[in-house]
């Protein structure tokens, strides 16, 4: 007999069972564990500094001045898509047409959950790069898609050409990039973009380029796929304005690409967020014209921050695969006597008073990343000493 005060819960578990392997995502447990014992957050991919000062006054503007206020366009502000545009001409030689190949969504996120979902269906196979990032795996999830990973293996973590082509099915619908890559800071050559370019072309494949780490390129420079010989058609490529102007709570972002992909993704797109970031977005559309000199001085910095902390921990005992890209650093931990990443950074808190993040939740194959930690250094000086001072305890 059912007791009123307390009603049975449904046989079948609230949560989708396509979501069901994806709880609380580490981010959220380490920067958690990271409040608690007051340690050094090297976790959580985001500056503990706000960007330049011009372009948050740019923002507070639109704000008085009412623009953004109320919902903006669906595709994007103007300003803002005529800025992308100009922002793909002038550092790639790419032309885009803002009204009809440029969409704006609520930072890179959501440009992958929606082009997932708009072009994918149940069955559909996606090749993506692991280890990667973990919204991929729960979006293609969604999408009822299949991951198939392709594993980057150390020390170097490049592109395994062949393995690739061996990957692909007549199920394959879609190759997933993300380049320069996060989190291993692999920047996929002229060479390894040209066989992809080859192998979507030979087997008619989409592509989606995650390219937010595109102006934190410390060695070679990033080539967009999306401008090798018969991709531009069939290519999605995704940024952000978070990771080059350092205003990651604002969620800026954008996907190109032919009208027919954008109005795909455009499709898909406008029921998850519609619209999102007004005001902001005309303050990026700002910081897309802002000169060479910021850039490179940009590039710079996080270049000396990337040495800072790679030479740190390599004194700590770590060994140190030193990135070519991003504001990340990947660390194997078996020279300190340790085998399990994800205890050992749960641990680490307590020992030394940083947070980093396990590499192994980025894999399916856990035994290739169980071993390997990855460490933020988009912090300023002054945090990233303290905290190679503290690791510094491990070698001790």
């Known amino acids: ?15 989708n069972r396509k979501l069901a392997a994806f709880g609380t995502t580490i981010f959220a ?12 957050n090297l976790g959580q991919g985001f500056p503990d500094t706000d960007g330049p000062a011009e ?3 740019a923002a507070a503007r639109a704000i008085r001045d009412g623009r953004g206020n109320q919902y903006p366009p669906g595709p ?18 790419l032309a885009y047409d803002p009204d009809t190949e440029v969409l704006v969504t609520a930072g890179a996120t959501e440009a992958i959950a929606a082009s997932l979902l708009a072009l994918l269906e149940p069955g559909d196979e996606v090749i993506a790069l692991e280890p990667f990032y973990d919204s991929y795996a729960a979006c293609i999830a969604m999408a009822g898609a299949v991951r198939v990973p392709l594993t980057l293996r150390a020390p170097d973590f490049r592109l395994d050409v062949d393995a690739l082509r061996a990957a692909v099915t007549p199920r394959t619908r879609l190759l997933l990039l993300n380049t320069p890559h996060n989190p291993t800071g692999t920047v996929l050559t002229p060479a390894e973009l040209a066989a992809v370019a080859e192998l979507a072309v030979s087997r008619d494949l989409l592509v989606i380029t995650d390219e937010v780490y595109e102006h934190l390129v410390f060695e070679g420079a990033h080539t967009p796929l999306a401008s090798l010989p018969g991709m531009r058609e069939r290519t999605v490529t995704i940024s952000s304005a978070g990771k080059t102007f350092s205003f990651t709570g604002w969620k800026v972002g954008w996907v190109t690409g032919t009208p027919e992909l954008v109005t795909a993704v455009r499709s898909a797109k406008q029921f998850l967020t519609y619209v999102s970031s007004g ?35 390599a004194a700590a005992g770590f060994e140190v695969f030193r990135p070519q890209g991003t504001y ?17 950074c ?14 192994q939740v980025f894999y399916d194959d856990k035994a290739a990343g169980a071993a390997h930690v990855r460490w933020a250094f988009c912090k300023r000086t002054v945090v990233l000493q303290e905290a190679v001072e503290r690791l510094g305890r491990l070698a001790r």
């Open 1 to 15: 007999m059912s007791d009123p005060e307390h009603p049975a819960l449904p046989a079948r578990p609230f949560l």
């Open 29 to 40: 447990e380490m920067s958690a564990l990271a409040t608690a014992t007051g340690a050094i």
């Open 55 to 57: 372009i948050a006054e």
């Open 76 to 93: 994007g502000v103007p300003e803002l898509r005529t800025a992308i545009a100009s922002h793909q001409q002038r550092f790639y030689g």
């Open 279 to 313: 005001p902001f977005q005309y303050a990026i559309a700002e910081a897309l014209a802002l000169p060479d000199a910021y850039y490179d001085s940009f590039r710079a910095d996080l270049a000396a921050k990337r040495d800072l902390l790679s030479d740190g921990l």
């Open 328 to 344: 990340f650093v990947t660390t194997d931990i078996t020279p300190l006597g340790e085998r399990d990443g994800l205890a050992f």
């Open 346 to 359: 749960r641990a680490l808190p307590e020992r030394c008073g940083v947070v980093a993040i396990p590499n």
